[in-house]
C-alpha cells in the first residue's frame, strides 16, 4: 500500500461514543498514545485504557465550561505541520509541539439538539461546535501526514488497515477520509445556517426558541450526509440513495428491527402511512392506514390496533396485498397475529413488543420500522421541497388541521351527530389521498372507517365514481370528503347516487350556489371547510 503513515498519537474527542472503545483499543494494539478530552477521557479511562488528557498536552486547562479546550496551537502545530517540511519541523521542536497523526472526531448534535420540540435557544446555540469543525478541517487539509475519523462507520475499516500494516495507513486512505470529513463540516455549517436563518429572533437563556414560520429561507442548503445506497430508486434502471437531514427523526431515521432492505419505494409509502396515522392522537385512538402508490387503500382507528386494522383492511383487502401500514401506537402480539395472515411489505410503529416481533420473525422479509414521533410543533416551521428542471420548489408542508367549530354547514339540512364525526375523519383521510381525490367513510361503534376511495382522477366525478367502485362495504349512509371544490352539481351528484348521506368540502367555487342546490335537492348535508388539500406528488 503506498503512501503508510505510522500514528503514533491519536486525538479522540466525540460526541456519539458508538465503538469509540473498541476503536481506541485497536489504537493501543499499535502503542499509539490517546489523547482526549473531557467526558471521551473518562469513557476510555472507565473502560481500563490509558489516556492523556488534552490539558497535559497543552499546558493550558480547559476552560469556560469546555469551550476552549483543543483551540491551542499546540493541537493545531501538532496536527497541520508538515512532516516533510523542514521549517514546519523545526518550528514544531522549537515550540515543543507533538504531532497528532489521527483525530477522531464527531460533532455536537445540533440539529438533533435544534429540532427537539421547545428546544431552548441557549441549548441551540451551545451545541454549535467550535473546536470539533476547527480540527476536522485542519486534520483534513493536512490528509498527507494526518488522518481524520468523522465517522463511525469508518472504524472497522481502519482498525483493519492499520492491523495489516503494522500501525500504518495508505495515502488512499487518508484522502477517502478527507473528502468525508469536509463534507461533514459543509453540512454541519449549513445546519446551522439554516436553523438560525428560521429563528425569529433571540430569546433569553431557557427560553424557547421563536421561529419565523412566515419566512421563506433566503437559500436552500441541502448538504445531507448519506446514509445508504438503495438498490435502485421507484425502477431499476434508476439509481438511488437516502440521506439524513440530522435530526434524528422520521422515516430515515426509523430503527429497522428486520427484513431485508428498504427499497426507494418502500420508503416513500412508509412516510405517507407515518404522515396519514400521525394525524390521529395516540392516547384517543388506535389507528392504521394501508397504503398502496402512496395512497391509502385502507384507513381506520379503533380501540385497539387489532381492532383498527380488521376496520382498515376491510376497505380493500385485494388492494391491501404487498402494501406497507402505519400505525400510531405500540403493535401488541394480538394485533401482530392477524397483521401476519396477509403479505406486506413493511410496518412501521413507535414500537412493538417482543412477542409482537417474535410473531413477525417468521416472515423474514417483512421489515419491522420503529418511528420516533414527528409531529412538529406548531411554532416550527415546517417545509417540502419538490425538485423541478433546472431549481426547486418548496412550500410549507400541509399541515392544515379543521375542527368541528371550523366548519360552515351550506346546506339546509344538518349533519347528524354521527355524520359529523364520520366528515372529520373522512376528511383527515382525504388530505393523504392523490387529487383529484374522495374518499366515503363511516362511523361505526365510535370509530372511522374508509369504505370507499378514489385517488389520483383527472376528474372529480370520476373519482367520485371510482371509489364507489371499489367500495366492498355498503355504502348507504356513508359520508364523502372531496379534497377540493365541486365546480359543478355533477360531482355531488355521483356521490349522492353512490348511498352517501353527508359532504364535506372546502367551498369557493363559482358555481358554490348551484352545488348547494343539488345537495338540498336531494336531501344531502354539506360543511364548507374553507381550506383545500390538493396532493399533487
Known amino acids: 500500500m503506498s503512501g503508510l503513515r505510522r500514528v503514533r498519537r491519536a486525538l479522540l474527542s466525540v460526541t456519539d461514543k458508538t465503538g469509540l472503545v473498541e476503536f481506541a483499543r485497536a489504537l493501543a494494539k499499535h502503542e499509539v498514545e490517546l489523547v482526549s478530552t473531557g467526558g471521551t477521557a473518562r469513557a476510555l479511562r472507565e473502560a481500563g485504557l490509558t489516556v492523556r488528557d488534552i490539558s497535559d498536552l497543552t499546558g493550558f486547562p480547559e476552560m469556560l465550561d469546555g469551550r476552549v479546550k483543543t483551540l491551542h496551537p499546540k493541537v493545531h502545530g501538532g496536527i497541520l505541520h508538515i512532516r516533510g517540511n523542514a521549517e ?13 497523526d489521527m483525530v477522531v472526531v464527531n460533532l455536537y448534535a445540533f440539529e438533533k439538539t435544534a429540532s427537539k420540540t421547545g428546544a431552548a435557544f441557549s441549548d441551540i446555540i451551545e451545541n454549535i461546535d467550535i473546536g470539533g469543525p476547527s480540527m476536522v478541517r485542519s486534520a483534513a487539509k493536512n490528509f498527507e501526514d494526518v488522518a481524520i475519523v468523522t465517522s463511525v462507520g469508518d472504524y472497522a475499516g481502519i482498525a483493519e488497515e492499520l492491523a495489516a500494516n503494522a500501525g500504518s495507513l495508505g495515502r488512499a486512505t487518508r484522502w477517502r477520509l478527507a473528502k468525508a470529513a469536509f463534507a461533514v463540516t ?10 438560525l436563518e428560521s429563528i425569529a429572533e433571540p430569546a ?25 445506497v438503495l438498490r435502485y430508486g421507484e425502477n431499476p434502471h434508476q439509481k438511488a440513495a437516502l440521506y439524513l437531514d440530522g435530526s434524528g427523526r422520521g422515516v430515515a431515521s426509523a430503527k429497522q428491527l428486520q427484513g431485508k432492505e428498504l427499497s426507494y419505494n418502500n420508503l416513500v409509502d412508509l412516510d405517507a402511512c407515518w404522515e396519514l396515522v400521525g394525524e390521529f392522537d395516540a392516547t384517543e385512538d388506535a389507528a392504521v392506514a394501508i397504503i398502496k402508490h402512496t395512497n391509502p387503500c385502507g384507513a381506520a382507528t379503533g380501540v385497539s390496533v387489532l381492532d383498527a386494522y380488521k376496520r382498515a383492511l376491510e376497505c380493500d383487502p385485494v388492494s391491501a396485498f404487498g402494501s406497507v401500514i402505519g400505525i400510531n401506537r405500540e403493535v401488541d402480539a394480538e394485533a401482530a397475529e392477524e397483521i401476519a395472515k396477509l403479505f406486506v411489505e ?33 411554532g416550527r416551521p415546517v417545509r417540502a421541497l419538490k425538485q423541478v428542471s433546472g431549481g426547486f420548489l418548496m412550500q410549507d408542508a400541509d399541515r392544515g388541521r379543521i375542527r368541528e367549530a371550523d366548519l360552515n354547514v351550506a346546506t339546509k339540512r344538518k349533519p347528524t351527530a354521527e355524520e359529523m364525526r364520520a366528515l372529520l375523519f373522512s376528511w383527515i383521510v382525504c388530505k393523504h389521498v392523490k387529487s383529484n381525490a374522495i374518499v366515503y367513510s363511516r362511523y361505526d361503534q365510535g370509530h372511522g372507517q374508509t369504505v370507499g376511495i378514489g385517488a389520483g382522477q383527472m376528474s372529480r366525478v370520476d373519482a367520485a365514481r371510482f371509489g364507489a367502485m371499489k367500495a366492498i362495504l355498503p355504502l348507504e349512509g356513508t359520508v364523502a370528503a372531496s379534497d377540493a371544490f365541486f ?29 348547494i342546490e343539488a345537495a338540498d335537492r336531494l336531501g344531502i348535508a354539506m360543511v364548507f371547510t374553507g381550506i383545500r388539500h390538493f396532493r399533487h406528488g
Open 346 to 378: 413493511a410496518i412501521i410503529a413507535p414500537s412493538f413488543t417482543a412477542e409482537a416481533v417474535a410473531r413477525f420473525a417468521a416472515k423474514k422479509n417483512l421489515r419491522l420500522l420503529e418511528i420516533a414521533d414527528i409531529r412538529a410543533d406548531a
Open 88 to 100: 514546519h519541523v523545526a518550528a514544531v521542536r522549537e515550540h515543543a509541539i507533538e504531532p497528532i
Open 487 to 515: 365546480p359543478f352539481p355533477d360531482g355531488l351528484e355521483a356521490v349522492a347516487n353512490a348511498g352517501a348521506t353527508a359532504i364535506i368540502q372546502p367551498g369557493g367555487s363559482v358555481r358554490d350556489a348551484e352545488v
Open 204 to 228: 433569553a437563556h431557557g427560553e424557547a426558541a421563536v421561529f419565523d414560520v412566515e419566512a421563506m429561507p433566503q437559500a436552500v442548503r441541502v448538504i445531507d450526509p448519506l446514509k445508504t
Open 186 to 195: 459543509a453540512a454541519y455549517d449549513a445546519g446551522i445556517a439554516t436553523t
